[in-house]
């Protein structure tokens, strides 16, 4: 069983910072392709920024400059670093991973929770 810890969302005025965590907890062997994706009322899920397990990046065009995403393969953790927050940015974030568990074959999308993130003032 793996599950997918998230922390770190807020309510922040236009223009500060939040850093979002993510961790995988589980029996894990590997953890390939990691990722942030956010849903805002009315909007279908987005994605936001993504990582591979060797540190390429891929952003959406709408973030780019402004956050950006790290990990932490010997932790099993993705990081958001978020700058600038806008109020356009409000949404539940929600992190994603595929994982490998014993059978190192077979890759399983897992998602968090999700974490709320406010920009107003």
């Known amino acids: 069983q793996v599950q997918l810890v998230e922390s770190g969302g807020g309510l922040v005025q236009p223009g500060e910072s939040l850093r979002l965590s993510c961790a995988a907890r589980?029996?894990?062997?590997?953890?390939?392709?990691m990722g942030w994706y956010r849903q805002a009322p009315g909007n279908q899920r987005e994605l936001v920024a993504e990582?591979?397990?060797?540190?390429?990046?891929n952003y959406a065009n709408s973030v780019k400059g402004r956050f950006t995403i790290s990990r932490d393969n010997a932790k099993n953790t993705v990081n958001l670093q978020m700058n600038s927050l806008k109020p356009e940015d409000t949404a539940v974030y929600y992190c994603?991973?595929?994982?490998?568990?014993?059978?190192?074959?077979?890759?399983?999308?897992?998602w968090g929770q999700g974490t709320q993130v406010t920009v107003s003032s």
């Open positions: 990582i591979t397990s060797g540190g390429s990046t």
């Open positions: 589980g029996i894990i062997t590997g953890i390939d392709s």
């Open positions: 994603n991973a595929w994982v490998r568990t014993l059978q190192r074959s077979i890759r399983t999308t897992y």
